[in-house]
């Protein structure tokens, strides 16, 4: 499967959605590649999303 065959949802609300589960780790673990720039955030949730990009 490629990461151009997910089909997420158009909105992903928190209060409805748990955006590690429903978006990050189905993404991560069909990209080859993950690239990120912000100015400030938690890494928190890379701890997470982390079995999205394990590689097997």
Same mark, same amino acid.
């Given at each position: 499967?490629?990461?151009?065959? /997910?089909?997420? *949802?158009?909105?992903?609300?928190? +209060?409805?959605?748990?955006?590690?589960?429903?978006?990050?780790?189905? !993404? /991560?673990?069909? *990209?080859?590649?993950?690239?990120? +720039?912000?100015?400030?955030?938690?890494?928190?949730?890379?701890?997470? !999303?982390?079995?999205?990009?394990?590689?097997?």
């Amino acid at each position: 499967m490629s990461l151009r065959s /997910l089909a997420p *949802a158009l909105l992903l609300n928190t +209060s409805e959605h748990d955006l590690i589960r429903d978006f990050f780790v189905p !993404a /991560l673990t069909h *990209a080859f590649r993950y690239d990120r +720039s912000v100015g400030c955030f938690a890494s928190g949730w890379l701890r997470l !999303a982390a079995q999205g990009m394990v590689t097997g």
